[in-house]
């Protein structure tokens, strides 16, 4: 079997290290690019959102280097990602890449499917190895994350510009290289050195920004157009607030025995939004408004055309952005959205702030 999955941001560090514990073989998409997404477009439904497109594109391009075998996951609610990896089991039948699909549903939604799932990824591997390799794949994630975070707050400061980018590169490749629990520690440390060494003395008052919306769009760069690093080499520190470690342990760890909650984002939405309406959706309205309350000098929304949660969640930021007098901005990115008028919208976003102090304004 050499399985493959989508990307999402630096997610296959982490992924790849858990099914090469496993004893897998494992085929890493190249990294995205505009033939990936060319592929997505080309053979995905129109009306379907650019991360549908864009994994079709990684699961294709990873069909070409070998790959027999997709790891996917499932979804419920109102967000199409439950849909995903049937659709895509379709579309991969219909052009005859002969590649088996493998759904991991939380256990409550679907118990029978993920134990068939389950058994075909196990088959002829060794189950004692199962928390070794969740523990070391764990420890890479959260590596990877500190060290995207921390490079947020460099960037505005780095000496060079794009040094903080290169440096970051070259420490995740470190972790990913990390042949233990032990190695992943020593890369992180050093990762951190690295990163801080990027930023000049004296420049410590840069405004602060930050990013809400759907986890893809948020994590991914090529989708976002790199929107970390544009705000970044704008001058802005960057406050991430979707953490794929938060959402391991919430949806997969707390949401498979049905412990996970919405209470907290509830009580940071009230007045906005009552409830989950899928997706990211609620997460963006109450993360909007807890960084409207810890004085951000501004919030950039992002979401993919046509996601139903955030598109509900971009009219409702509309009442955030005036009551809490943030400016907001929304990017809405599809297949055909241009990177200069993308940039040209952050330019202006950043000379907004520059001018004003916190209006009450929705771009």
Known sequence: MKITFPHMGSLYIAVEALLQELGHDVVVPPPTTKRTLELGVRYGPEVACLPFKVMIGNLLEARALGADTVLMIGGTGPCRLGYYAEVQRQILEELGTGLEVLVLEQPLENPARLRGDLRELFRGRRVSRLPWALYIAWEKLKACEALEELALVVRPREKALGLTSQVLAQALREVREAGGVRAVHQALKLGKVALRDTGAPGKDRVHR?????EIYTVLEPFVNLRLEERLGQLGAEVVRTISVVEWVRNHVLKGSVGLYKTTKLERSAVGYLRGWIGGHGLESVARANDLAADGVDGVVHIL?????????????????????????????????????????????FMDL???SERWAVHV
């Open 209 to 213: 920004i930050g990013v809400v919306g």
């Open 304 to 348: 993919p055309f046509t996601c139903m949660p955030e598109v509900v969640a971009q009219a409702i930021l509309e009442g955030v952005a005036r009551d809490r007098e943030v400016p907001i901005l929304s990017l809405v990115v599809d297949e055909h959205t241009a990177e200069a008028g993308f940039q040209t919208r952050l330019e202006a």
């Open 353 to 355: 702030i520059r001018r």
